[in-house]
Structure formats: C-alpha cells, structure tokens
C-alpha cells in the first residue's frame, strides 16, 4: 500500500478512521525552522469534524502531538512524527457491513485487491487518513511562508449546481472572509445559498458534492521538473489522491478547449523587478510545467458524499442482490472541510518543489551567446 509522497519533502502517513490513532512522519524539513504544535494546530481545527450542522457530527479534538524532529522549538533536520488520537469512534455500527459493499465506497475495490479490509469507519480509505496530510502541509505552510514568502488559500466556489466563481477574486480573498462562514466560501451572500443547499440534503437524507478553489500567491518562477515531475502534474497527482475529488482543473482548465489561443495566450509586460510578468492568468502560473510568477490557481471538484441514508441496490461478498441504506453520521457535504486538504496538497507540492530547485540553483547566471 503505498503511504508515502514527496522527493526531498517527503511524507509517510500511517492509521485508520477507527484506529488508536492518525499520524504522519515528514522527513526533509530543513532545519532551524520554528515550530512547534501551535503551528499545526489551526489547520487540524479547520478540518476536524463537528464543527457546524453542515458537517460529520463525529466529536473530536483532534490535537496534534509532535514527538519527534523538534528541539526548543527548532526543527532539528531530522524526521518530524506527529500523532492525532482517534476518540469518538463507534466501530460496532458497521458491524451489519461485514458482508455488504457499500455503493460508491472503496469496499469492493479494497477486497478486490488485498483480499481483507478494515469495515469499521472505512479504515484506511476513510477520509480521516488526511489529518496526516494536513498536519505535513501546515510544516510546509510555516516553511514557505518563512523562506519564500508564499501564501496558500482554499475556499469553496460551488455547492451542487450553484457556482460562486465569477463572484471572487483569487487575487484579493483573504482567509478570515473564507473562515467567516461556516460553508468556507467568502461571498456573503453565496455562503448563504451553498448553506441552504447542503441543509437541503441533509434534511433528505443524501448529500451533494461541490468545488474548491485554491491560490498559491508568491510563487517564485522556475518551480517544477519537466519532463514527468511538471509542477502542475505534481498538483493533480496530490489533489486527485484526496478522498472523493473526481476532477481538478488548472487555471483556465476544461475551459481553455472552447478558447481559440488569440484568447487564452496570457500576454508577457515588462514586470516591476525586471523578469517578464502576464497581464492575465489563464495558465494558472505554471507553463511548460513551471511556475512563471503569477499566482498557481487550482479547482477541485468533489463528488457528493457517498453514505447517505437513501436504500441503494448493492451486492454481499459471495455475489448475492442486497438493499441498503446507510445510518451513522457522515458529511451531507465534504467541501467545507476539504478547503484544508486542498491547501495541504498545494503546500506540501511547492514545499517539495522549492526544495528541488533550490537544490539545482547553485550556480550563477552564464552567457552562452
């Protein structure tokens, strides 16, 4: 099973939703970084479940634990271990799905390949696994932030058929508008409506999918590795490993097929520190597979939550025609709480970039002319 990603930043994560506990070992951090649980922990609160009616009712803390790597307060360049303990966990009301596949779930398909697989909660194909990744990509917040100056931020754009983009502004959202609501989406008037769309599905018994928008502002030109390593190759390998994300686009994405390229070309101007700078961003900041400057801009888009409380036809483990309808709690929408799994993957993908160019640029510019 593979559990770990990243080539100088790299982490493994461990765990499963009804386990002791989730945790994550990042090795590559550089050292002399400042850190400690305070960093980690916000992100960890935005995604942690019960936080409104919109979401799981599962109660946890999730509070995060750094046991090793950290010395008073400094990274110390050795492997980081962070640990989140599991405690609201009801294993016995999966007990009726020992022989049943759930549709839509990873039941079949992890029987279909390892021939035994974890019932309660999922297990490790529950959404739960990505508190590792979102305690890893909080590090990879702090170190960009700290050496380059680069800031990640996610919110939701679209719940159901209702699409909030043309309302926001990727160059100017700021975080405290996304966390103003409980739906993460920072147009007032558009949070209300996602709201009223996933307390429909609720109340119905079902669920909805949705869209998260993320930005990476201050990325520097030069970051990603053609040909397979491009950056944006890189971004949707971490976005498409996220639990229920069916699509993500980049930049101008789906969009750029019905465009002619008098129109999507973004056109180069001279830029305040000399280096060429577009005065658009169709490319979403990254051509060829590197990142030009501009902001790095990813949609992901997710698919309705698959538990829901409707009698679905199904089938049992020896092949036998079954009906069922799922009980427990579950989110009648995921966006809200995957705003912080999609910054992890854009920060824990330019984290890794960063440090692999940073490791070819050593030497100075030569004229081969």
Not at 335 to 363: F, G, K, N
Request: proline fraction near 6%.
């Amino acid at each position: 099973m593979s559990s770990h990603t990243g080539v100088l930043f790299r982490l493994s994560t461990f765990g499963e939703s009804h386990g002791p506990a989730i945790g994550v070992i990042v090795d590559g951090c550089p050292p002399r970084l400042a850190l400690d649980e305070s960093d980690i922990q916000p992100d960890l609160d935005r995604r942690r479940p019960g936080q409104s009616r919109l979401v799981t009712q599962r109660d946890e803390a999730d509070r995060c634990r750094i046991l090793s790597g950290v010395w008073k307060g400094y990274t110390t360049g050795a492997p980081i271990a962070i640990v989140v303990e599991n405690a609201d966990h009801r294993s016995g009301a999966y007990d009726h799905l020992v022989d049943v596949y759930r549709p839509s779930h990873a039941d079949f398909t992890y029987d279909a390949k390892y021939g035994i697989r974890s019932i309660a909660g999922g297990g490790r194909s529950s959404a739960r696994e990505t508190i590792a990744r979102v305690a890893a990509g909080a590090i990879a917040r702090k170190l960009l932030r700290t050496v380059a100056g680069i800031e990640v931020i996610g919110w939701v754009s679209a719940v159901g058929g209702i699409d909030a983009a043309s309302a926001i502004d990727t160059a100017t959202v700021a975080m405290a508008d996304v966390e103003a609501h409980p739906t993460r989406c920072p147009d007032p008037a558009f949070a209300e409506r996602f709201a009223a769309e996933i307390d429909a599905a609720r109340r119905a018994g079902d669920s909805v999918g949705g869209v998260v928008t993320c930005v990476a502002r201050g990325v520097p030109a030069g970051l990603g590795e053609p040909a397979f390593d491009r950056l944006d190759a890189d971004l949707a390998k971490a976005v498409m490993s996220l639990p229920a994300t069916k699509a993500i686009e980049i930049g101008s994405g789906i969009a750029a097929a019905a465009m002619r390229g008098s129109v999507h070309n973004d056109p180069f101007e001279p830029g305040p520190d000399g280096r060429p700078h577009t005065t658009a961003n169709r490319s979403g900041g990254i051509q060829g597979g590197i990142s030009n400057g501009a902001d790095v801009v990813v949609r992901a888009a997710f698919k309705p939550t698959a538990t829901i409380n409707h009698e679905q036809a199904t089938v049992t483990r020896d092949g036998s025609p079954t009906t069922l309808a799922a009980t427990g709690r579950h989110d009648p929408c995921v966006v809200p709480r995957a705003v912080p799994l999609v910054e992890s993957a854009m920060l824990l993908t330019l984290a890794d970039h960063y440090l692999r160019h940073r490791a070819i640029d050593v030497l100075g510019p030569v004229d081969v002319d």
